[in-house]
Protein backbone atom coordinates (compact mmCIF):
# COMPACT_ATOMS: atom_id res chain seq x y z
CA UNK A 1 0.00 0.00 0.00
CA UNK A 2 1.42 3.13 -1.01
CA UNK A 3 1.24 6.28 1.30
CA UNK A 4 0.31 9.36 0.85
CA UNK A 5 1.53 12.65 1.32
CA UNK A 6 -0.40 13.15 4.97
CA UNK A 7 1.28 9.35 5.34
CA UNK A 8 4.32 10.84 5.23
CA UNK A 9 3.37 14.24 6.75
CA UNK A 10 1.98 11.96 10.16
CA UNK A 11 5.39 9.69 10.17
CA UNK A 12 8.04 12.49 9.78
CA UNK A 13 5.83 14.54 12.60
CA UNK A 14 5.71 10.92 14.63
CA UNK A 15 9.62 10.77 14.17
CA UNK A 16 10.49 14.66 14.96
CA UNK A 17 8.50 13.92 18.37
CA UNK A 18 10.12 10.83 19.28
CA UNK A 19 13.94 12.25 18.32
CA UNK A 20 13.12 15.29 19.96
CA UNK A 21 12.03 14.02 23.37
CA UNK A 22 15.13 11.19 23.28
CA UNK A 23 17.48 14.66 22.94
CA UNK A 24 15.36 16.33 26.05
CA UNK A 25 16.21 12.84 27.74
CA UNK A 26 19.73 12.58 27.03
CA UNK A 27 20.45 16.43 27.26
CA UNK A 28 19.20 15.96 31.15
CA UNK A 29 21.28 12.59 31.67
CA UNK A 30 24.52 14.30 30.83
CA UNK A 31 23.84 16.77 33.45
CA UNK A 32 24.32 14.24 36.28
CA UNK A 33 27.04 14.29 37.92
CA UNK A 34 28.46 10.66 37.73
CA UNK A 35 29.10 10.96 34.16
CA UNK A 36 32.40 10.79 32.42
CA UNK A 37 33.87 13.07 30.10
CA UNK A 38 33.99 10.56 27.00
CA UNK A 39 30.38 9.31 28.23
CA UNK A 40 29.18 13.05 27.73
CA UNK A 41 30.99 12.82 24.59
CA UNK A 42 28.73 9.96 23.40
CA UNK A 43 25.75 11.93 24.72
CA UNK A 44 26.33 14.88 22.40
CA UNK A 45 27.49 13.13 19.39
CA UNK A 46 23.68 11.22 19.44
CA UNK A 47 22.08 14.25 20.20
CA UNK A 48 23.95 16.44 17.58
CA UNK A 49 23.28 14.38 15.04
CA UNK A 50 19.40 13.30 16.15
CA UNK A 51 19.08 17.49 16.16
CA UNK A 52 21.10 17.45 12.98
CA UNK A 53 18.48 15.18 11.44
CA UNK A 54 15.25 16.92 12.39
CA UNK A 55 16.45 20.59 11.46
CA UNK A 56 17.74 20.23 7.98
CA UNK A 57 16.59 16.44 6.68
CA UNK A 58 12.89 16.54 8.19
CA UNK A 59 12.42 20.26 7.28
CA UNK A 60 13.53 19.71 3.70
CA UNK A 61 11.77 16.71 3.42
CA UNK A 62 8.57 18.42 4.53
CA UNK A 63 9.57 20.66 1.61
CA UNK A 64 9.45 17.84 -1.04
CA UNK A 65 5.94 16.95 0.76
CA UNK A 66 4.85 20.14 -0.09
CA UNK A 67 6.41 20.22 -3.75
CA UNK A 68 4.46 17.05 -4.44
CA UNK A 69 0.93 18.14 -2.86
CA UNK A 70 0.72 21.41 -5.36
CA UNK A 71 2.50 20.28 -8.14
CA UNK A 72 5.30 22.30 -8.00
CA UNK A 73 8.71 22.02 -10.33
CA UNK A 74 9.11 21.37 -13.56
CA UNK A 75 9.08 17.17 -13.05
CA UNK A 76 5.93 16.06 -10.79
CA UNK A 77 7.23 15.13 -7.50
CA UNK A 78 5.02 11.57 -6.64
CA UNK A 79 4.72 9.77 -3.14
CA UNK A 80 7.16 7.30 -5.23
CA UNK A 81 9.63 9.86 -5.02
CA UNK A 82 8.58 11.05 -1.19
CA UNK A 83 9.31 7.19 -0.35
CA UNK A 84 12.43 6.90 -1.98
CA UNK A 85 13.71 10.04 0.12
CA UNK A 86 12.03 8.89 3.11
CA UNK A 87 14.08 5.83 3.27
CA UNK A 88 17.06 7.28 2.83
CA UNK A 89 16.16 9.93 5.49
CA UNK A 90 15.32 6.63 7.50
CA UNK A 91 18.55 5.11 7.22
CA UNK A 92 20.39 8.12 9.38
CA UNK A 93 17.13 7.68 11.88
CA UNK A 94 18.39 4.28 12.49
CA UNK A 95 21.75 5.35 12.83
CA UNK A 96 20.72 7.31 15.10
CA UNK A 97 18.86 5.09 16.89
CA UNK A 98 21.82 2.80 16.88
CA UNK A 99 23.50 5.62 19.19
CA UNK A 100 20.78 6.05 21.52
CA UNK A 101 21.08 2.40 21.83
CA UNK A 102 24.20 2.59 22.62
CA UNK A 103 23.76 5.13 25.48
CA UNK A 104 20.94 2.83 27.11
CA UNK A 105 23.83 -0.17 27.20
CA UNK A 106 26.12 2.44 28.51
CA UNK A 107 24.01 3.56 30.92
CA UNK A 108 22.92 -0.10 32.46
CA UNK A 109 26.58 -0.60 32.80
CA UNK A 110 26.82 2.64 35.11
CA UNK A 111 28.90 4.20 32.52
CA UNK A 112 31.70 1.76 32.03
CA UNK A 113 32.86 2.21 29.00
CA UNK A 114 34.67 -0.53 27.84
CA UNK A 115 38.26 -0.75 26.27
CA UNK A 116 38.67 -3.35 23.41
CA UNK A 117 40.41 -5.89 24.87
CA UNK A 118 43.60 -8.28 22.47
CA UNK A 119 41.05 -11.03 21.70
CA UNK A 120 38.61 -8.85 20.33
CA UNK A 121 41.09 -6.89 18.11
CA UNK A 122 42.78 -10.18 17.14
CA UNK A 123 39.59 -11.95 15.84
CA UNK A 124 39.46 -9.15 13.82
CA UNK A 125 42.02 -9.25 12.15
CA UNK A 126 42.88 -10.79 9.27
CA UNK A 127 45.89 -13.89 9.85
CA UNK A 128 47.21 -16.46 6.70
CA UNK A 129 46.12 -19.45 7.79
CA UNK A 130 42.24 -18.04 7.84
CA UNK A 131 41.29 -19.16 11.11
CA UNK A 132 40.41 -16.23 11.97
CA UNK A 133 38.65 -14.60 8.72
CA UNK A 134 35.35 -16.41 9.74
CA UNK A 135 34.96 -13.87 12.96
CA UNK A 136 36.31 -10.87 11.12
CA UNK A 137 33.40 -11.47 7.86
CA UNK A 138 31.09 -12.15 10.58
CA UNK A 139 31.44 -9.07 12.02
CA UNK A 140 31.81 -7.05 8.85
CA UNK A 141 28.54 -8.79 7.89
CA UNK A 142 26.24 -6.93 10.31
CA UNK A 143 26.04 -3.64 8.62
CA UNK A 144 22.99 -3.05 6.62
CA UNK A 145 23.06 -2.95 2.81
CA UNK A 146 20.05 -1.51 1.26
CA UNK A 147 18.44 -3.14 -1.11
CA UNK A 148 18.46 -2.81 -4.89
CA UNK A 149 14.97 -1.12 -4.84
CA UNK A 150 16.17 1.29 -2.33
CA UNK A 151 19.23 2.06 -4.29
CA UNK A 152 16.86 2.81 -6.87
CA UNK A 153 15.02 5.06 -5.19
CA UNK A 154 18.17 6.97 -3.57
CA UNK A 155 19.51 7.59 -7.00
CA UNK A 156 16.02 8.90 -8.40
CA UNK A 157 15.98 11.15 -5.45
CA UNK A 158 19.26 12.37 -5.50
CA UNK A 159 18.55 13.53 -9.62
CA UNK A 160 15.31 15.06 -8.28
CA UNK A 161 17.23 17.18 -5.62
CA UNK A 162 19.58 18.26 -7.83
CA UNK A 163 17.28 19.12 -10.51
CA UNK A 164 15.43 21.32 -7.78
CA UNK A 165 18.35 22.75 -6.74
CA UNK A 166 19.34 23.69 -10.40
CA UNK A 167 16.04 25.17 -10.48
CA UNK A 168 16.66 27.14 -7.37
CA UNK A 169 19.04 29.16 -8.70
CA UNK A 170 18.90 32.20 -9.33
CA UNK A 171 18.37 33.71 -13.48
CA UNK A 172 21.81 35.71 -13.23
CA UNK A 173 23.66 32.06 -11.70
CA UNK A 174 22.15 30.23 -14.38
CA UNK A 175 23.31 32.94 -17.33
CA UNK A 176 26.72 31.77 -15.76
CA UNK A 177 26.76 28.63 -15.03
CA UNK A 178 28.86 25.99 -16.09
CA UNK A 179 27.10 22.59 -15.79
CA UNK A 180 28.48 18.93 -15.92
CA UNK A 181 26.33 15.89 -15.96
CA UNK A 182 26.69 12.19 -15.56
CA UNK A 183 23.86 10.72 -16.09
CA UNK A 184 22.17 8.63 -13.36
CA UNK A 185 25.03 9.73 -10.93
CA UNK A 186 24.97 13.53 -10.68
CA UNK A 187 25.01 16.87 -12.03
CA UNK A 188 27.28 19.61 -10.66
CA UNK A 189 26.56 23.39 -11.38
CA UNK A 190 29.52 25.88 -10.99
CA UNK A 191 29.75 29.49 -11.65
CA UNK A 192 31.51 30.14 -14.91
CA UNK A 193 35.08 31.74 -14.29
CA UNK A 194 35.28 35.11 -15.78
CA UNK A 195 38.33 36.25 -17.49
CA UNK A 196 40.07 38.98 -15.52
CA UNK A 197 42.07 41.80 -17.61
CA UNK A 198 45.09 43.14 -16.67
Not at 2 to 16: G, K, N
Not at 93 to 98: L, P, S, T
Not at 121 to 133: E, F, K, P, V, Y
Amino acid sequence: MALTTSDFRDLVEEERRRLTSMCQYWESVSLEPNIGEEAQGYIRTAVGQANLLVKERFIQFIGLIHVCENSLGEKKTTCEDLQGSWDMIYLQVEDVNKRFGQLVKLQESSWCIEQPNEATSRDLTRTGDGANNTNATKQMSKKRVPTELQKARIAASRKRLAEAKARMATPDEKENAVVFEAPSFFLVSSPARTKQTS
